[in-house]
């Protein structure tokens, strides 16, 4: 394979930190001439993800419409078959994918999503705002005198754990632990380097747990699961949950966050325009940021029969790679994508958060968070910038900072 031909494969995880983001120039040139473009394998890609039996080529799907169909369609589109990531698992390991909630068989999907989403339904996200709220000042308050920090561990990653493990019902003395694995999962491409298996770790905390929720339920989501008699869901059913859980629920939001101060500062226009009038703007600005930076780049699925995609022939068993990235700057639906503006009228038609049944459980808790902790660090730390260029994450999946150093004028006398 040539140089050219590995740059433009989404399987090279050094395509995001050297586009810091994903590869918008190859999205739109696809688009343009290829728009259901295929991404071979690649042969320098070895560090997979633990336990999968390797990644092969899939169609990369660049135009909103076809992401939005294909999303829509799980009887032709299966998160089950072969799970929702671009690495391949066969036999056990596929079995373990498929306790899964996001690549269950479409009915079981159906009966837990029914168990879990009371606690981010409105009014349950209602009863835990002041929560989030106060969570969110307590974590300004702590880096708000010094004038400096390092954005992402210090502030963005700690109120979406923290929320987490109060949905969760997770004792605080593990909530370290459950950061440092969800940190972990997210990290993919080194995961194989640390010194611990995050996977694992997180296992043995969910059964600790589980059998703590069993002999004290608290009403909490993790005792809901445990305790619901309608599902009797296997211990590797609740590990799933909870890895899951730990890293869609922190990694996501906690970017999202990054990318948005990370923005403000590129755009100093679109940040006086918010400053002017936070209530306002706020809500419309986290879509347009969602929408610009498309956190969770990707998921995929495989094709349950031979069939077409935006009139492209595609065959039984063929990986489709749901381009979250690509549908979100479709000149189709968002005129002039690339322009970041967060007045845009339409920013919330985004598919950042997915679409169909697998859309996202925790959109709206994570807007809630973003608000509360936005709301503190441009009230507080106005003048708040990065320190030299962010890091990006190496990864395939995740289009991610992970270091931001960050100054501001010292808050003074609280
Ligand atoms: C900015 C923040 C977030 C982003 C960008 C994001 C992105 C996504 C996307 C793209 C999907 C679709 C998966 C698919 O179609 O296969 C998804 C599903 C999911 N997300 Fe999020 N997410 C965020 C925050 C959260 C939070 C805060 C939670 C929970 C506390 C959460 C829990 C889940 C779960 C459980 C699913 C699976 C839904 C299903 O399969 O039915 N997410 N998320």
């Not at 078959?81 to 036999?91: L, P």
């Not at 835990?128 to 000042?137: F, H, N, S, T």
């Not at 440092?180 to 995961?191: I, L, P, Q, Y």
Request: aromatic residues 10%; proline residues 7%; negative net charge.
């Amino acid at each position: 394979m040539s140089v050219a031909e590995l740059t433009e494969n989404l399987l090279d995880p050094g395509l995001f930190p050297a586009e810091q983001g994903p590869p918008h120039h190859l999205f739109d040139k696809w688009r343009a001439a290829d728009p259901v473009h295929w991404n071979p394998e690649n042969p320098e890609y070895v560090n997979a993800m633990p336990g999968s039996s390797g990644v092969r080529g899939f169609w990369v799907l660049t135009r909103y419409k076809d992401v939005f169909d294909v999303s829509m369609n799980q009887e032709l589109f299966s998160s089950y078959e072969n799970g929702i990531v671009v690495w391949d698992f066969e036999g056990q390991e596929l079995e373990r994918q498929r306790s899964n909630f996001m690549s269950m068989k479409p009915a079981d999907h159906t009966a837990v999503k029914k168990v879990i989403m009371p606690p981010f339904m409105p009014r349950a996200l209602a009863e835990i705002a002041p929560v989030i709220e106060k969570l969110a000042a307590e974590i300004v308050d702590s880096i708000a005198s010094e004038g400096h920090c390092e954005f992402v561990f210090d502030v963005a990653s700690r109120l979406p754990i923290v929320t987490f493990c109060e949905l969760m019902g997770i004792p605080e003395h593990y909530r370290d632990a459950v950061a440092d694995c969800g940190n972990a999962m997210a990290d993919v491409e080194n995961r194989t380097n640390a010194s611990f298996d995050p996977t694992m770790k997180l296992f043995g905390i969910a059964q600790e747990l589980a059998e703590e929720k069993r002999r004290n339920p608290d009403g909490r989501l993790l005792s809901a699961m445990v305790n619901d008699t309608t599902l009797n869901l296997d211990p590797m059913a609740i590990n799933q949950f909870f890895v899951v859980f730990a890293m869609a629920g922190h990694e996501t939001t906690r970017s999202t966050a990054v990318h948005f101060i990370n923005l403000m500062n590129r755009f100093p226009d679109q940040c006086a325009l918010l400053r002017s009038d936070f209530d306002a703007h706020i809500d419309n600005a986290i879509d347009e940021v969602l929408r610009f930076t498309s956190t969770t780049t990707n998921f995929t699925r495989t094709a349950t029969a031979d069939t077409e995609i935006g009139g492209h022939a595609v065959k039984k068993g063929d990986k489709i790679y749901l381009s979250y990235a690509a549908a979100n700057r479709d000149p189709a639906v968002f005129e002039d994508p690339h322009r970041f503006d967060i007045t845009r009228a339409n920013a919330k038609r985004h598919l950042a958060f997915g679409a169909g049944p697998h859309i996202c459980v925790g959109a709206r808790l994570a807007k809630m968070q973003l608000r509360a902790l936005l709301g503190q660090i441009v009230s507080r730390t106005p003048d708040i910038h990065p320190v030299g260029e962010p890091e990006w994450l190496r990864s395939v999946w995740f289009n991610a900072i992970i270091r931001m150093p960050v100054e501001f004028t010292p808050e003074q006398g609280r």
